[in-house]
C-alpha cells in the first residue's frame, strides 16, 4: 500500500504560478512513476505529467508543456508539480498517483492516489 497526500492548491489569477507537493507513505517511493492528473467539474479525470522512478524521464499532457514541470525526491518521499502561466482552463483539482514502471498515461494503469487538491484559477 502507499498512500498518497497532496498540498498547495489554491486560488490564483491568470498568469501565476503554485506548487503541488504529494507525499507518499508506505512502500518504497521510489519503485513507482508517479503521475499528476486533473478533474474539472463534469469532466473526466486527465493526465497531466509524470516522471519515472529515478526522475530521469518526465512526460506531459500537450496543453501544459512549457509551463508545468514535475519533479521527485525519492529521499523526501515527495513528487512535486510546478505550475507557471495559469490559465483559467487549468482551474481543477489535481491528483497524484502512483503506478507501474513504463509510460502510464491512463488513470486504469495507477494503481495508488491521492485525496486532490483543488486550484481554482481565475481570469
Known amino acids: 500500500q502507499v498512500q498518497l497526500v497532496e498540498s498547495g492548491g489554491g486560488l490564483v489569477q491568470a498568469g501565476d504560478s503554485l506548487r503541488l507537493s504529494c507525499a507518499a507513505s508506505?512502500?518504497?517511493?521510489?519503485?513507482?512513476?508517479m503521475g499528476w492528473f486533473r478533474q474539472a467539474p463534469g469532466k473526466e479525470r486527465k493526465f497531466v505529467a509524470a516522471?519515472?522512478?529515478?526522475?530521469?524521464?518526465?512526460y506531459y499532457t500537450d496543453s501544459v508543456k512549457g509551463r508545468f514541470t514535475i519533479s521527485r525526491d525519492n529521499a523526501r518521499n515527495t513528487v512535486y508539480l510546478q505550475m507557471n502561466s495559469l490559465k483559467p482552463e487549468d482551474t481543477a483539482v489535481y491528483y497524484c498517483?502512483?503506478?507501474?514502471?513504463?509510460?502510464?498515461?491512463?488513470?486504469?494503469?495507477?494503481?495508488?492516489w491521492g485525496q486532490g487538491t483543488q486550484v481554482t484559477v481565475s481570469s
Open positions: 508506505g512502500r518504497t517511493f521510489s519503485s513507482f512513476t
Open positions: 516522471i519515472t522512478r529515478s526522475g530521469g524521464f518526465t
Open positions: 498517483a502512483a503506478g507501474p514502471t513504463g509510460w502510464p498515461r491512463s488513470v486504469h494503469e495507477y494503481d495508488y
